[in-house]
Every structure is written in C-alpha cells, then in structure tokens.
C-alpha cells in the first residue's frame, strides 16, 4: 500500500514524540511509526525527567510549545528543585514519574493531536527515487512516501541485550531490535554507522525492602511544575494517582565491591564482548569500582516507578554482571537484604549516527530531506532526545513546506549547545549535557526559558497564538515591575533593584510589592526579578560575550569553501575542518585543534572568495 506524508517520524521514544509535536504544529501531515504501540514514551531506564541541565531543556522545550513538560507535570509523583544550595543560574528541577502514567497520557496527547496518524510497524528500509529519498519502506511492504524523514530510534538499531556472558538481540527488555535500517542507512546513503553501550539497573519490589535502614528523600514543597502554561492552555491528560512519593538513599558497602571484583570475568565488558564504547558520566557498577577503588561505596537512590506498582529502581547501581551475581550485590546493601529483584540489570549496545555527519538543524549532511535526533545521534537521556527531537520536527517540517531551516544558537538555550556540541565535537561516547558545557550559563537559567525562546518559538510556527499571548501578558509585567524597581528607591537611597540584589531576595521584593504575592504569576515575576537584580553585573558581561559570538555566527563559511587551498592553515586544523565543514566562523573557532590564528586565515579566505559559486 501506498502512504503520503509531509513527515514521517521513525520510533516512538521521547525524540520522537517531541518531533512528531513539533511537525504537526507546524501544520506538516505526520505519520508517527512505532514498534509497539503499548511503549509510545517508554522509559526505558530510570523513571524521572530532569536533573541538572536536563531541567532546563525541558523547561526550554515547553517554552517552544513542546508536550514533555504537561506529560510529565500529568506523571509527577515528586517534584525537587536541585542545586539550592548553589546559584540560581545552575538550578535545576526533576519530577519522579509514574511511568506508566507518563506513557498513557504522551500515548493519548499524540492519538488526538491533529495532523498525526500513528503506526505500529517496522521501518525495514529506505526508499529511494532517482537517488533521493522519498520515504521508508515496512516489514508489510508498505511504501511510506515523506518529503522529510526524522530517524529517531533510540537503542533499537541492532540493539544486543548483555546479561553476564549470556546476550541475545533487544531493543531494550521486552522488545526486539530493528535489525535492517542500519544496513539500509549505510547502502543506501553511505553514511557512517558507529556502536555505543549503555545500560540499566535492577529494580526490586517494595515489599521486600526495608525502608527503616535507609535516609528518605522527601519532594519538595513547592508549587512548582516543568509547565508554565494555564490549565485552560493544557490538554486534559492522565493524571498520576498519588503526588509527594518519597525516594531513598542508601550505600553499598565493602562486601557489594567485593562481589564485583569476585566476578569480573562474568562481565561482558572486561570480558571483550561488548565493543561499544559506554557513557563516562553514567558509568556501570563495575565501572565505578575498578575505575574509583578509593571509594569502598557508593550511594544508590530508590525510585518508585509509580503510584500504582511495587517496583522501586535502584538508580546508582547499573550493571551487565550475571542475575547471580547482581542478587548477591543487592543482598548486601543495607535494607535490601531480602530484596527481589523483579527485574535484572543489563547492558545494551547499539548502531548510533556519529554526530559529525549532521548540520546543526539535524539535517544529515549530503541527503537533503533526512533528519536525526536522540540516541541514534550518541546522546544519552530522554530529555537530550526530546530537545534534539523538537529540533528536528521543526525543520523537518519547514522543509517539507519549502521553508529555510532554522538554528539554536548555544547563547539563545542548552538545546543549542547541545547540538552544536555534537555537530561540532567528535563523540565517541555518549553525550551527556551538563550546566558546565553552556559557556552563557548565567543567561540559560531554568526560569527564563521562556523569555529566552518563546518570540522564536512564536515566529517559526511552534508556539501557538494563545499560548504567545499569555507569555506576552506575563513579560510586559514583568518589564514593567523591573522598571519599577530600579526607579524606585529604599530610604538609605539604594534602589530597590539594588537591595533586592545584594541580599534581599524574594522576601524583600515581595515586601516592596506585596500585590504581586498574591498569585502564581505576581510570585514568578518577584522571583525572576530577584534573580536579574542578583546576577545584575554578570549578565551584562555575558551580554557583551554573546554579542562578540553573535558577530562571529554571523559569518558564514560557503560550503564550496576548499581548505586545501587556505595557506598557512596547519594540517590538523585542515583535517578537523574538512571533517566537520563548520557552517560559521564561530562554530569553527570551537573544533579542537583550531586555533585563533586559524580562524583569521578562515575569515580572510571568505573574504577573498565572497560571491564564488
């Protein structure tokens, strides 16, 4: 049978139902495929979205109309704002989830949003006329026809399941692998295929923990949410049973170390057979005590994995070692001494995209109208995919439409410096974002998201009317109060933006202007003027740095532009700049090994062959 869509999104995972949002908001007709229709927004791994910079991104997908901050709002079984203790620039918050909530209500947001159809199929190949891609092709031998095609496969692509020296082929647990479209994706377009690793650990039933021997971690008290949309803004979605479920924490202890290194040869890492290459910054048990023995323990945190379920997952703990060998690790932590594991820890390796072959608006170089975004990029985590995916819908979409494609600037929000970071830096692990990577930290916090990208959002078709003019309604008085303050002045003759700045805070503002107390919108504007009146000095620095950035984007390199030619050019900067082809100066100036003097030899040859074909 034959099928016509404007986009057609491969995989069903957090990219893809964000690229699947963003496509149809833009008003493209999108067809949504799936392996299985029950694991639409599955999460795989721990049940949580957010956490340092992840929050951000979330918060910064929301302000561009994107539907991960109402799911997970609908999911939230605990909400903590992390980092209090540090500046507000690297506050983040995190929501454990309901996961099986989380999955229904993304499930039923994308069945009844317009515009989309969803299908429970394999995608088998690619199809191709006259050398260019026009759609993909299923294991029914239906011929999907797309102007635009977004690859979001996640950890399906070959994916082989490691359980000790035991393995057998998996997307995850549970679910088989897509074993043809990366063979496909090499044949048929010549792109390069890579391998990583990454994995998961065991989760335990409650009834079998004793809780009594471990710190509680209780949510926080707060009216926060990840959406700062109005309930009449929101679709009505399924609500998670229970709010304020604590987490635990607890260590290992010498004897858990001890069975790790009894048992290393049952490893499928140490033992040679997994050959992808795993995440540094997520690392596995084993990892972290033949890498760290100055540690004797580590911490793990308990989980609940929902309001409706016994299983806690045991995040810190993440293992590939035989299901033997992982009960008597769990036997010997504190509290879990009779714990049963309902499900194993694994290991996971799968074909990824190396990133280098993608333009920052995750068009894959050289194809034209084929977009990638989530793991299948080397990224870790649902909510880098769910970023990379809105991107990619986006332009997806734009291009379908015969619109020019658009960019995230790393000054403009983390999405970009994550992008960026991976069209730019060769990745041969999986990418984790973290605050530190955002060198405008102070100017990408989590409460400005949408004033950072909600006029973009508005102007390229993502952010509906209405949802725009609330965000106007709340910036105009937000304007309006941080005028307020800095022409109205305390008795000593410091202004008020000045003594809320140096020491006041919220209480302070909230004393100066006690009407805006009174609701949720007058709070978020006391507080978001208390931050600008704190990091005054600092922002205007950073303003000042984005602009010298901002002239530097502004220089495009041609893409005819031969390197080879460019005297005076080292060969390790013409090698790294031949593999990456930067779109701009700036982007240039950030691949290791190019140096200053480099780029004054880049701008110079621009100059000189400005207007060449």
Known sequence: MEFDYDVIVVGAGHAGCEAASAAARLGARVLLTTLNMDHIAQMSCNPAVGGIAKGQVVREIDAMGGVMGMVTDAAAIQFRLLNR????????????CDKAVYRQAMKLLLEEMPGVDILQCEVTDLLM?????????????????????????????NGLLHYGLEHWPGGRAGDFPASQLSGAMASRLGLKIGRLKTGTPPRVLAKTIDFGAMAVQPADREEEEFCHWSTGLRPVLPQAARREMPC???RTTTATADTVRRNLQYSPMYSGIIKGIGTRYCPSFEDKVKRFPQHPVHLIYLEPEGAETQEYYLNG??????????????????????????????????????????????????????????????????EEAAGQGLVAGLNAARLAAGKPLLELGR?????????????????VEPYRLFTSRAEYRLHLRQDNADLRLCDFAYEAGLLPEAKYREFTVYRELLNATLERCRNGHCSGGRSWFAAIGQGGGVAAASELMPELAGSAVGRRVLREVTVQAHYDGYLQREENAIAKLARLEEIRIPDWLDYAQITGLGTESRTKLESVRPATLAQAGRIDGVTP?????????????????
Request: glycine share 10%.
């Open 85 to 96: 203790g540090k500046g507000f620039a690297v506050w983040s918050p995190r929501s454990q």
């Open 129 to 157: 006329e006259n050398g260019r891609l026009t759609g993909v092709v299923n294991q029914f031998g239906d011929r999907l026809h797309g102007r635009a095609v977004v690859l979001t496969t996640g950890t399906f692509l």
């Open 248 to 250: 635990f924490e607890v």
């Open 317 to 382: 703990i993440s293992t590939s070692l035989p299901p033997a060998v992982q009960r008597e690790m769990i036997h010997s932590v504190p509290g879990l001494e009779k714990a049963f594991i309902s499900r194993y820890a694994y290991a996971i390796e799968y074909d990824f995209l190396p990133p280098k072959q993608l333009e920052r608006t995750l068009r894959v170089k050289n194809t034209g109208n084929l977009f990638a975004a989530g793991q299948i990029n080397g990224t870790s985590g649902y």
């Open 411 to 427: 000054d403009r929000s983390y999405m970009g410096v994550m992008i960026d970071d991976l069209c730019t830096k060769t990745i």
């Open 597 to 613: 003097a480099d780029l004054g030899l880049l701008q110079v040859a621009i100059k000189a062959n400005r207007g060449r074909p």
